[in-house]
């Protein structure tokens, strides 16, 4: 099976030069209050001619509901696509989510393919493989998810709820597209 999306990083001066220009919720892996410096990987798209780096984030307590007392992961919606690994008895594991309604349009010399071989740290590291795994099962879903997101912000007719703390697309698009090299695909 050929693998159509790869795990990359991002260039640390690019993010803090989009959370001051554009958008302050622009995840960073900058942080004062960080232990240590935490990875900030992505997969790459190809949306409307760019492209663009939708980012991996941790399970939090919102990916989760309790149904008869019970925690139940939620099920993913266009902006947020949770990994979920099922286990051999049948158990679901949320692994972690892609954050479609945090994807910004990237120029290829700010992003670096993201080496596993090199991790050091081995819980990490089966994580990654983990996440790796649904994204390479998952590829038409997450580009369909991450079109439709982005069609509906666009084009300013839909109502929902989830497109007011999405990502201004067109925005960040202008910003890059005058300040950087082309995002272009």
Not at 26 to 32: A, C, D, K, R
Request: with cysteine.
């Amino acid at each position: 099976m050929v693998e159509l999306y790869k795990l990359y990083e991002v260039d640390d001066n690019f993010i803090q030069d989009l959370r001051q220009n554009v958008d302050s919720h622009v995840f960073s892996n900058i942080n004062p209050n960080y232990n240590h410096t935490r990875k900030y990987l992505g997969v790459v798209l190809d949306i409307n001619g760019y492209s663009y780096y939708a980012p991996l984030s941790s399970p939090k307590e919102s990916d989760y509901i309790i149904i008869r007392g019970h925690k139940v992961i939620r099920n993913s919606i266009l902006p947020i696509i949770r990994m979920v690994e099922t286990d051999s008895n049948g158990e679901r594991h949320l692994l972690g989510t892609i954050k479609l309604s945090n994807m910004i349009p990237i120029p290829k010399d700010k992003i670096v393919l993201y080496d596993l071989g090199n991790e050091q740290d081995q819980e990490y590291k089966n994580l990654v493989l983990k996440e790796k795994r649904f994204i390479n099962r998952n590829e038409e879903l997450i580009l369909s998810y991450a079109e439709a997101l982005y069609k509906e912000k666009t084009d300013g007719t839909s109502g929902k709820g989830y497109l007011t703390s999405t990502f201004d697309f067109c925005a960040f698009e202008t910003y890059v597209k005058a300040q950087y090299t082309s995002p272009e695909i």
